[in-house]
């Protein structure tokens, strides 16, 4: 098991476009996260997954966000019309509900020009 | 206010230093903390973390809680070059959720130490 895999690690696009990024948990994983994190700030939540089911989503998560889990394995964030201020690393992270403990990945690195 | 403050950084110790890294909470409800490390262009890694009131030792890292002022401390003793990181408090954002559920950070402080 290599642990929580994201690609790409860095997009660079321009305002307007949209841009989809992916993850892969640990196998065997059924919880899976998404969280932003700007320079000189902790991460902040963004989405949460159980299996392939969307349970929660934050206020920060605009209509041009959208994450899918199709099959309750890797999951898509997906941001369409993108903007400078979504400029950030997007991290995600999994876990198990029985173990005390959440694995990130490396995160993607998203420059919006 | 946020929920999670920590003291704002950057931090630079000599190696063998003892580091303090310090967090304060708002809601005295919660009783479950935890300290994560981040390398630079790393994700967030769980270093330690607590449940209510006292300490929890690891190795040179020392996790303390301390309900009654609401602060959470983290102390690395003989500090290394490789404990240069970003170190980030955390709770669950849920009562009765653990570190396997959605979270809230502190902003994080960031740790060099200079051989």
């Known amino acids: ?113 | 206010q946020k929920e999670v403050e920590q003291d704002p950084g950057p931090l630079s110790v000599p190696e063998g230093a003892i580091v303090s890294l310090n967090c304060t909470y708002s809601n005295s409800a919660f009783q479950y903390f935890m300290w994560y490390r981040q390398y630079s262009r790393k994700g967030p890694e769980l270093l330690m973390y607590t449940y209510s009131s006292g300490n929890k030792e690891d190795g040179r890292f020392t996790a303390q809680v301390d309900k009654s002022s609401k602060y959470i401390s983290l102390f690395i003793r003989d500090s290394q070059p490789s404990d240069s990181a970003t170190y980030l408090c955390a709770r669950p954002f849920h009562l009765f959720t653990g570190a396997n559920s959605k979270l809230t950070f502190g902003k994080g402080i960031t740790l060099s130490v200079r051989p």
């Not at chain 1, 019309?81 to 979504?86: K, L, M, P």
Request: with cysteine.
């Open chain 1, 1 to 113: 098991d290599t642990g929580v895999s994201q690609d790409p690690r860095h997009k660079i696009t321009k305002r307007g476009q949209n841009v989809t990024f992916r993850c892969d948990p640990i196998s065997e994983h059924n919880r899976l996260y998404w969280y932003r994190q700007t320079l000189g700030q902790g991460p902040e939540f963004l989405t949460y997954f159980q299996n392939e089911a969307q349970l929660e989503k934050s206020r920060l998560l605009s209509d041009r966000f959208s994450a899918e889990r199709p099959k309750g394995s890797f999951s898509t964030l997906e941001i369409q019309r993108t903007e400078q201020g979504d400029s950030a690393m997007y991290l995600c992270a999994s876990s198990t509900s029985s173990r005390d403990t959440q694995y990130f990945g490396p995160g993607t690195r998203l420059t919006v020009l």
